[in-house]
Nanobody
Framework: VQLQASGGGLVQPGSSLGLSCAAS????????IGWFHQAPGKGRQFVAAITWSGGTIVYGYFVNGRFTISRETGKNTFLLQTNRLEPEDTAVYSC???????????????????WGQGTLVTVSS
């Protein structure tokens, strides 16, 4: 199985950035997908999660309506649209897969089985 995150970059405060997570090798409906970010010197923080079908979504408490997670129609690609980015959003953003049976633990990174390599988002003027 493989998760490949992409789309990071350097943007100014207030900008938007679309991140993508390509999932391969998974059996449909056995896993759900989450996004985490990790700022320098800090631990992983839960950003958002979505069921494989795209029917259920959960966001991290700090998101405040700025980010949107979705599944690209017809593809095993999961998107994280980030808007109104702030310098505090600077971090490596990673996608991960959690067994469907552990959905109630989506906010906890230790419950995920597979991780992608991450993509760096830098928000700076």
């Amino acid at each position: 199985v493989q998760l490949q995150a992409s789309g990071g970059g350097l943007v100014q405060p207030g900008s938007s950035l679309g991140l993508s997570c390509a999932a391969s090798g998974f059996t449909s409906d056995d896993y759900d997908i989450g996004w985490f970010h990790q700022a320098p010197g800090k631990g992983r923080q839960f950003v958002a999660a979505i069921t494989w079908s795209g029917g259920t979504i959960v966001y991290g408490y700090f998101v405040n309506g700025r980010f949107t997670i979705s599944r690209e129609t017809g593809k095993n690609t999961f998107l994280l649209q980030t808007n109104r980015l702030e310098p505090e959003d600077t971090a490596v953003y990673s996608c991960a897969a959690i067994p469907t049976t552990k959905w109630r633990f989506v906010r906890y990174p230790e419950k995920y089985d597979y991780w992608g390599q991450g993509t760096l988002v830098t928000v700076s003027s």
